[in-house]
Structures are given as structure tokens and as C-alpha cells.
């Protein structure tokens, strides 16, 4: 199975601050189609997952653009251009080229400062 | 609207048996993979199982293969988990998603999520 490690797993921010949270797989995430299926869910306190990124850099619909993707290959990083009060919660990567299974990182605790 | 609507959990003796429901709507059901996610009291996101849109392909972790079973009904835009030899770590809060996924591609992860249903194993 790909495992995915996140850091840091608990990220504490000062509000209009940026921060960052990285990812890593223990295989390259690019499918034979070409496209890297690395994805990355936010989980307020309280609530169920919501995805924000699909395919390392895609914004979901009403996603804030505060809200950037990026990498390849096995590194990732989620990052906040400034961190709002409602951006709290945990962080999840997870990835979908490698099945079954589907694996998530442990996840990143993000609070404010 | 999307949404997807679990019921059935509770709470169970170990090696007792539970089925989960989830009933969707505002979308074609029939047109989607579907997965169970579930997470543990305080931990992270475990997937546990997706099913195809027909029902006939299913996969499992390995951790529940044999015990658990995924399966749809179409006509009824359900979706199930039949949970047998149920274990104390099988203890979660399970998920209904819609997984986007395609043979030929990968899963661009689950982009609807039901408000989850509460699995406790316990004596």
C-alpha cells in the first residue's frame, strides 16, 4: 500500500498568516494516464471531510483561492495564503493512483495562534 | 443539492453483526463508484470499501475483506455496508461518499460526503 506522510501534524498560525503542509507518498502518484491523483480534504471540527484540491492543483467550487496545490512526483504541499478563522480544522492528503486502497495521510491539525 | 444521507449505526457486541444505509440524492446515483470512509474516535480517514456502478465490481482493505460487504441498489439510489464479526476496532464513524472514479483513471478523491453514522463495538 502507498503510504502518505504529512507534516507537520500539528500547525499552529497567527491569523492572516500563510502556512503550509507537505506530503508525502512512498510511491510516485503519476497514473499511466498521466494525471497525479493527489488530493487534499479539509475536516472542520465537528463536520464531515470536504474536498478542496483534486489532482495536486484543482480548486473545488467555492474552494477559497487563499486555497493553492502543488507538487509532483511524491512531494505535495497544500498551502493557505493567509490563514482565516474558519480555516481551522485538519488537513488531509490522500491518493487515488495506486488501488485499492485509497490512503490518506495522518493529517494536519491546523489552529490559530 | 447533492447529499447523501447514512443511517443504521449503533452500537454492537463484538463479533455481532450491523447493516448501513446511506440514501442519496440530487445527483444520478447510478452514474457513480460509491465508497465507504470511515475514521476512528479521535484518529484520521481510513477508505474501507467502493463498489462500481453496477454493484458487480467491489474492493475492500484488507482489513475488512471477508467480514464486510459493499452493495447498491440502483432503483432505490441506495447504498450499503453489511458489517459481520464486528471487532472493537472496527469502531468508527462511517462515511458515504461519491468517489469520481473511471476505469482508466484514477480517483480524484470523494467529492461529496453524507454527516456519518456512528459504529461502536463494544461489550
Known amino acids: 500500500d502507498v503510504v502518505m506522510t504529512q507534516s507537520p501534524l500539528s500547525l499552529p498560525v497567527t491569523l492572516g498568516q500563510p502556512a503550509s503542509i507537505s506530503c508525502r507518498s512512498s510511491?510516485?502518484?503519476?497514473?499511466?494516464?498521466?494525471?497525479?491523483?493527489l488530493n487534499w480534504f479539509q475536516q472542520r471540527p465537528g463536520q464531515s471531510p470536504r474536498r478542496l484540491i483534486y489532482?495536486?492543483?484543482n480548486r473545488d467550487s467555492g474552494v477559497p483561492d487563499r486555497f493553492s496545490g502543488s507538487g509532483s512526483g511524491t512531494d505535495f504541499t497544500l498551502k493557505i495564503s493567509r490563514v482565516a478563522a474558519e480555516d481551522v480544522g485538519v488537513y488531509y492528503c490522500m491518493q487515488g493512483t495506486h488501488w485499492p486502497p485509497y490512503t490518506f495521510g495522518q493529517g494536519t491539525k491546523l489552529e490559530i495562534k | 443539492e447533492v447529499q447523501l444521507v447514512e443511517s443504521g449505526g449503533g452500537l454492537v457486541q463484538p463479533g455481532g453483526s450491523l447493516r448501513l444505509s446511506c440514501v442519496a440524492s440530487g445527483f444520478t446515483f447510478s452514474s457513480y463508484w460509491m465508497s465507504w470512509v470511515r475514521q476512528a474516535p479521535g484518529k484520521g480517514l481510513e477508505w474501507v470499501a467502493n463498489?462500481?456502478?453496477?454493484?458487480?465490481?467491489?474492493y475492500y482493505v484488507d482489513s475488512v475483506k471477508g467480514r464486510f460487504t459493499i452493495s447498491r441498489d440502483n432503483t432505490k439510489d441506495s447504498l450499503y455496508l453489511q458489517m459481520n464479526s464486528l471487532r472493537a476496532e472496527d469502531t468508527a464513524v462511517y462515511f458515504c461518499?461519491?468517489?469520481?472514479?473511471?476505469?482508466?483513471?484514477?480517483?480524484?478523491?470523494?467529492?461529496?460526503w453524507g454527516q456519518g453514522t456512528l459504529v461502536t463495538v463494544s461489550s
Open positions: 489532482k495536486v492543483s
Open positions: 463498489i462500481k456502478q453496477d454493484g458487480f465490481d467491489k
Open positions: 510511491l510516485g502518484l503519476v497514473h499511466s494516464d498521466g494525471n497525479t491523483y
Open positions: 461518499a461519491r468517489d469520481p472514479f473511471y476505469y482508466g483513471a484514477g480517483s480524484s478523491g470523494f467529492d461529496h
